[in-house]
């Protein structure tokens, strides 16, 4: 399986992203994705999944903000991002599971068998 993330850039506080998950490698539309980010300095933190059953988790911070939908079609997962606050940036990452189908918050670490290389958000004042 080969993931490859894009739309990450440089916006304004309060602006839009759009971040794509190109899913390769795999012949069957159920899986889980997780989108995941790190800033400068700290740990990786999940923001986002969407389970196999299309099932979806947010963490408390992008709640409302930040929303993750699947195209079967393109086997694409996007990650819609308004509103973006000075705790957003960081290198962001997805991460793809053929092993979860409904999340009731962002799996492990372990639960994840392929990870992207990520892109980058900048968030400025």
């Known amino acids: 399986v080969r993931l490859v993330e894009s739309g990450g850039g440089s916006v304004q506080l309060g602006g839009s992203l759009r971040l794509s998950c190109a899913v390769s490698g795999y012949r069957f539309k159920s899986f889980c994705i997780g989108w995941f980010r790190q800033a400068p300095g700290e740990q990786r933190e999940g923001v986002a999944a969407i389970g196999g059953d299309d099932s979806t988790f947010y963490i408390g911070s992008v709640k409302g903000r930040f929303t993750v939908s699947r195209d079967n079609t393109q086997k694409t997962v996007s990650l819609e991002m308004n509103n973006l606050q000075p705790e957003d940036p960081g290198m962001y990452f997805c991460?793809?599971?053929?092993?979860?189908?409904?999340?009731?918050?962002?799996?492990?670490?372990?639960?994840?068998?392929?990870w992207g290389k990520g892109t980058p958000v900048t968030v400025s004042s």
């Open positions: 991460a793809f599971s053929d092993s979860v189908n409904n999340i009731q918050n962002i799996p492990g670490d372990r639960w994840f068998h392929a």
